[in-house]
C-alpha cells in the first residue's frame, strides 16, 4: 500500500509540475510577442522623402563628327578599291588639320549588292555594289569643326551621320550640378518640416539618382555632303551643354 501510495505521489508531482511549466512557458511567449508589438510600434518611423534636381550649363569643349564615304561600283572589287582609297585621303588630310590617330575610329563598314528589277519579266539581278564605310572623328579644338568637316568633303567625304557635343571635364560640371541637386532637395525637406513643426536634422539616406555618366549632344546633320567649293566654309554652332544631377533624401523626424 504503501508503495502504490508513494507512486501517486510522485506522478501528481511530475504532472502539477508539466501544467505549471506549460501555463510559464505560454504566458512567456505571450509577453514576448507583446513585446516585440510593442517594438515594432516604437521603431516604425515618420519620414520626410524629397527628390532634388541640378542642372549646370556648359559650352562643349569637343565635338564628335561621324563622316563617312560611299562608294558604288559594277563589282565588289572595284568598290571597295576606290572606297579604300577614298577613306585613306579623308583620313590623311583631317590629320593635317591636327586630328590624331586615336582621334579617328572606323564606326561602320558595309557591302552591299545593288539590285535592278525588271518589272516585266518580275525578277532583280545585280547590276553593282555599294561600300559605306563611317569614320568617328574626335575634334577636341571646337574651334576646328566646320574646318575639319570641309577639309573631310573636299578629299572624298560624302556623307555625315551626325555632329555630336561634349565636355572633356565632364565630372567636374557633375559634381556641380549634384551639389545643386542636394541643396534643391534640402530646400524641400526645410519647407515640409516648417510646416509641419518638426525639426530637421541630418538625411538618414541619401541616394544619388543620376548616374555622371556624360550623353553626346546631338546634333543631326543632313546626310549627304557636297564640297564646299569657293563657297564659305561651314559652320557649326555647338549651342550649350546641360548636365544634370538628382538626388533623393531621405529625414526622419
Do not use: H
Not at 527628390?51 to 563589282?75: C, M, R
Not at 579623308?90 to 557591302?111: F, L, R, W
Not at 560640371?173 to 518640416?193: C, I, P, R, T
Not at 543631326?220 to 563657297?231: D, V, W, Y
Amino acid at each position: 500500500m504503501k508503495t502504490n501510495n508513494l507512486l501517486k505521489s510522485r506522478w501528481s508531482f511530475i504532472f502539477a509540475f508539466a501544467a505549471a511549466f506549460i501555463l510559464f512557458f505560454n504566458f512567456g511567449a505571450s509577453k514576448v510577442l507583446a513585446a516585440d508589438s510593442s517594438a515594432v510600434t516604437i521603431d516604425s518611423s515618420r519620414t520626410i522623402n524629397v527628390t532634388g534636381s541640378g542642372e549646370i550649363t556648359v559650352t562643349p569643349d569637343i565635338a564628335y563628327l561621324y563622316l563617312g564615304v560611299v562608294t558604288d561600283k559594277s563589282t565588289t572589287i572595284e568598290a571597295q578599291s576606290a572606297n579604300s582609297a577614298a577613306i585613306n585621303n579623308v583620313i590623311a588630310a583631317i590629320k593635317k588639320e591636327g586630328i590624331k590617330d586615336e582621334d579617328i575610329k572606323t564606326t561602320y563598314y558595309s557591302i552591299n549588292p545593288k539590285y535592278d528589277y525588271d518589272k516585266n519579266a518580275g525578277t532583280s539581278s545585280i547590276v553593282g555594289y555599294t561600300v559605306s564605310n563611317t569614320l568617328k572623328v574626335t575634334v577636341k579644338d571646337i574651334s576646328k569643326v566646320g574646318q575639319v568637316i570641309d577639309t573631310a568633303v573636299k578629299n572624298g567625304a560624302n556623307t555625315s551621320n551626325s555632329i555630336s557635343f561634349g565636355i572633356s571635364d565632364y565630372e567636374t560640371y557633375y559634381n556641380k550640378a549634384l551639389l545643386k541637386a542636394l541643396s534643391n532637395a534640402q530646400s524641400k525637406a526645410q519647407a515640409v518640416s516648417g510646416f509641419l513643426g518638426v525639426k530637421l536634422t541630418a538625411p538618414v539616406k541619401v541616394i544619388e539618382n543620376s548616374n555622371g555618366i556624360p550623353n553626346d549632344y546631338p546634333v543631326l546633320f543632313n546626310g549627304k555632303l557636297e564640297s564646299a567649293g569657293s563657297a564659305d566654309s561651314t559652320s557649326i554652332q555647338a549651342g550649350v551643354y546641360k548636365v544634370k544631377a538628382d538626388v533623393s533624401l531621405v529625414y526622419q523626424y
